[in-house]
């Protein structure tokens, strides 16, 4: 069965200005996590959405949100971009997002110049 | 918070066995995993242990963990140039709903 699907895989945005990344889970996952990497921070968790709902959230500003649609695909949108937004967003797909295995897609790698 | 730390870089020759480290804060963790991820590629699930055991086996991959030192390791059996990549302990706590991830050990495999 298909993975994760992120798209796009390499964007390059100017500061100021807004994104929209998009995951596609694995068929039958409701839950969608985002994380985003750098080589500062390491992996930090970003936010959790399971049938259509933010479940979870981590320590990020309000210019970062998201969605998930009734199909479970899930949207990431970054307003107002920062140069120190410049990393590596990784979504994890699971069956329920509890105590299940995550599957990751290959990310998007975010420049902001 | 939970707090997940690993040593950085690790090097072993081809053959021998690898042995990466990873600690651990949160006592009530109930998943704990290791992923791989290669250059400029996500990450892939490895294997992960459930809170209640001490040991799991998978092919070349052997967990253990020490839920009173909080210790969690993860040995690969005659590691291979293939083997190369950073590695990442996560731990999934139930009352935050989400998983935290160790800064990641390099391993370099030399022939």
């Known amino acids: 069965k298909a993975g994760v699907t992120q798209t796009p895989r390499y964007l390059i945005k100017t500061r100021g200005q807004q994104v929209t990344l998009s995951c596609s889970p694995i068929s039958g996952h409701r839950s969608v996590s985002w994380y985003q990497q750098t080589p500062g921070q390491g992996l930090q968790f970003l936010f959790e959405?399971?049938?259509?709902?933010?479940?979870n959230k981590g320590n990020f500003p309000g210019r970062f949100s998201g969605r998930q649609f009734s199909n479970s695909r899930s949207e990431m949108n970054v307003s107002t971009l920062e140069l120190g937004d410049s990393a590596l967003y990784l979504c994890?797909?699971?069956?329920?997002?509890?105590?299940?295995?995550?599957?990751f897609g290959q990310g998007t790698r975010l420049t902001v110049v | 918070g939970e707090d997940v730390e690993q040593s950085l870089f690790l090097s072993v020759r081809e053959g021998d066995s690898s042995v990466i480290n990873c600690t651990y804060t949160?006592?009530?963790?109930?998943?704990l995993y290791w992923y791989k991820q290669e250059p400029g590629a996500g990450l892939q699930l490895l294997t992960y242990?459930?809170?209640?055991?001490d040991m799991k086996q998978d092919q070349r991959l052997t967990v253990l963990l020490n839920k009173k030192d909080k210790h969690l390791s993860l040995r690969i059996a005659d590691t291979q140039t293939g083997d190369s990549a950073i590695y990442f302990c996560?731990?999934?706590?139930?009352?935050?709903?989400?998983?935290?991830f160790g800064d990641g050990t390099t391993l370099t495999v030399k022939p």
């Open positions: 949160d006592s009530s963790s109930t998943y």
């Open positions: 994890a797909s699971s069956l329920t997002g509890t105590n299940t295995e995550a599957f």
């Open positions: 242990i459930f809170s209640n055991m």
């Open positions: 959405y399971f049938s259509e709902t933010q479940r």
């Open positions: 996560a731990v999934y706590n139930t009352n935050a709903g989400k998983s935290t």
